[in-house]
């Protein structure tokens, strides 16, 4: 049995930025939990066999096939009660990823052990109060754009504790073709 992570992966360029704002909250209070995660946006996560992850993947696959690409900002530091400290999307763009994060889920038609409904790009996590003001004292303006164009499927890796990127499944942008409404004559 493997455990999968479903996320939306940002662009490099996002990705390197949010690993230089990890370095430097490091530099300032030490090792934190997600410091090496490479930045991402979780939808969710499971553990299955193979061949329940294939039956998986083929759901998402579908269903990506008939989402257009769409550009997101993130422009805000945040954090919540339990510690972690992120950068979140601008309304417009929590909106659209709430709407797939939301429905991902619902197209794999298997149970998930975790799911996020609250697009975040995380920063650490875990953080105590002292830390979370160090975070918020360094960081005072951000903002990151990418275009979501796929939803990237990872695996664990239990050797270096972190999700390795398995796939990534692309929208197509196609038309979802209309069911057809049968009549009783």
Request: glycine share 2%; aromatic share 12%.
């Amino acid at each position: 049995m493997s455990k999968y992570s479903v996320v939306f992966h940002p662009s490099e360029t996002v990705i390197e930025a949010v690993k230089e704002l990890k370095e430097q909250l490091s530099a300032k209070i030490g090792w934190f939990p997600s410091k090496n995660s490479l930045a991402h946006v979780t939808i969710c996560e499971f553990e299955y066999e193979d061949e329940t992850y294939k039956n998986i993947k083929s759901r998402i696959a579908n269903y990506c096939r008939y989402q257009n690409p769409f550009k997101v900002t993130f422009n805000a530091f945040e954090n919540y009660t339990n510690g972690a400290f992120f950068i979140a999307p601008n309304s417009e763009s929590k909106t659209k990823m709430a709407e797939i994060m939301k429905e991902i889920p619902k197209q794999i038609q298997f149970p998930v052990s975790h799911k996020s409904s609250e697009p975040h790009i995380s920063i650490g996590r875990q953080l105590t109060e002292s830390q979370l003001k160090i975070a918020y004292s360094l960081f005072d303006s951000v903002d990151l754009n990418f275009t979501c164009e796929s939803i990237t499927i990872r695996i664990f890796n239990p050797d270096r504790k972190q999700y390795d990127v398995l796939e990534t499944i692309p929208f197509l942008s196609k038309i979802e073709p209309k069911k057809e409404q049968l009549t009783l004559f």
